[in-house]
Structure formats: structure tokens, C-alpha cells
């Protein structure tokens, strides 16, 4: 158990829907990031956060895409007006303390934009 | 080119062999690697980190990095059915927010 939960575990959408995820970590866990992963991939760098500040977005989060971190604890991921290109898994990865940077992911939410 | 390059497999090894997966990276930035295991359906979960030249063992899993080479290896000892899995190595820079670069992920059968 790596003390990181995600909810909804899975999502389907119709395209143009708006749609939002929740990263849980434990609290001591400062620093939080996302990825997404498609089939046959490997998880690909969306955003990274600090306590509650967003120090790092990658160019492949759009402006459908917003991440919020409110008082450095759970995180939300946001994606307005679907496509089916967004369909894939979402994960959350958090890395303990400061002093290691290996990172530990959650269970990851699977959307399906139909 | 990938930054962080796997061969995609299937890598197929009988129960009981050493499984023998690699990796090779560009960024000759890149300070920290991690490999992580991935069964179908579920998020990654890492199992071994390297952070300097040489063999790094745990249990039945060696990892191995040659920053010359950029290459970075796992064998999996004795190898059970319950190793079919895709393996992601992954490679991240030394500072900032530590982004970490996957690749995109070796899968291995283990034959009964």
C-alpha cells in the first residue's frame, strides 16, 4: 500500500463532458504528481506540485486540462469538454519526505470517453 | 528518440530462468533509475532504484547501471509466473521536481 488513493477508480464520459479526479496521499507526503498513460505507453509527465503550489506543467496539459492542489493536501485534475483522445489512466504519484526521489503511485483512475 | 528507450518484447523465459530486461537513456543528465512493474490493468508499483554505477541487488532482483553506456539493466532470478508483468524503467534529472521519463515498457511471460 503505498498510501495514495484516487477516486473514481473508473470513469466513462461522453465527449464534451466535463469530467474531475482526486488524488489522496497521506499527509507528510509533500509532493505530488500527475501522469497519464495510454495503451502500450509509459505514464507521461502532466504536472508536478509542491505542498499546494504548481511549480511544473508539461506542454501536453492543455488549457481543457487544470490541476489544484488546495492547502497541500488531496489534488484534483480537471478536464473540461472531453475527447476521446483523452481517454487513458490518470495517475497520481507521490514521493515521502525529502530525501528520495523515488516516486510511488496510486491506483490511477481509467477514463473512457465514449 | 525516446528518452528513456526499452524493447518492447514479449520476453519470454521458462520458470526457474534469469530473466534479463534493459534499458537505454540519452539525457546524460539523468542521475536517478527506477524500475517499476506493471501488471495489465494496474498503476505501477516500483520495485528497484539505482542511483550509481554498479549492481544493486534485492531478493531475487539485480539492478545494474553503466552511466557510460547510459544503459541500465534488471535480471529477475529464478523466475516465477507470477513475474509476468511489463517492466517500465525510467530514468530522472538530479534537481528541481525530479520529472521522471519513462519507457515505454518491457513485457515478460514467464513459461510454466
Known amino acids: 500500500d503505498t498510501g495514495v488513493s484516487q477516486n473514481p477508480r473508473h470513469k466513462i464520459t461522453k465527449r464534451g463532458q466535463n469530467v474531475t479526479f482526486r488524488c489522496d496521499p497521506i499527509?507528510?507526503?509533500?509532493?505530488l504528481y500527475w501522469y497519464r498513460q495510454t495503451l502500450g505507453q509509459g505514464p507521461e509527465f502532466l504536472t508536478y506540485?509542491?505542498?499546494?503550489?504548481?511549480?511544473?506543467k508539461s506542454r501536453l496539459l492543455s488549457d481543457r486540462f487544470s490541476a489544484e492542489r488546495p492547502k497541500g493536501s488531496f489534488s484534483t485534475l480537471e478536464i473540461q469538454r472531453t475527447e476521446q483522445g483523452d481517454s487513458a489512466m490518470y495517475l497520481c504519484?507521490?514521493?515521502?519526505?525529502?530525501?528520495?526521489?523515488?516516486?510511488?503511485f496510486g491506483p490511477g483512475t481509467r477514463l473512457t470517453v465514449t | 528518440q525516446k528518452e528513456v528507450e526499452q524493447n518492447s518484447g514479449p520476453l519470454s523465459v521458462p520458470e526457474g530462468a534469469i530473466a534479463s530486461l534493459n534499458c537505454t537513456y540519452s539525457?546524460?543528465?539523468?542521475?536517478?533509475f527506477f524500475w517499476y512493474r506493471q501488471y495489465s490493468g494496474k498503476s505501477p508499483e516500483l520495485i528497484m532504484s539505482?542511483?550509481?554505477?554498479g549492481d544493486k541487488e534485492d531478493g531475487r532482483f539485480t539492478a545494474q547501471l553503466n552511466k557510460a553506456s547510459q544503459y541500465v539493466s534488471l535480471l529477475i532470478r529464478d523466475s516465477q509466473p507470477s513475474d509476468s508483468a511489463t517492466y517500465l524503467c525510467?530514468?530522472?534529472?538530479?534537481?528541481?521536481?525530479?520529472?521522471?521519463?519513462f519507457g515505454t515498457g518491457t513485457k515478460l511471460q514467464v513459461i510454466p
Open positions: 504519484a507521490t514521493i515521502v519526505g525529502g530525501s528520495t526521489y523515488e516516486q510511488y
Open positions: 539525457d546524460r543528465g539523468s542521475q536517478s
Open positions: 506540485f509542491q505542498n499546494e503550489a504548481q511549480l511544473e
Open positions: 499527509s507528510e507526503h509533500n509532493r
Open positions: 525510467a530514468a530522472s534529472n538530479s534537481g528541481g521536481y525530479q520529472k521522471v521519463t
Open positions: 539505482i542511483y550509481s554505477n
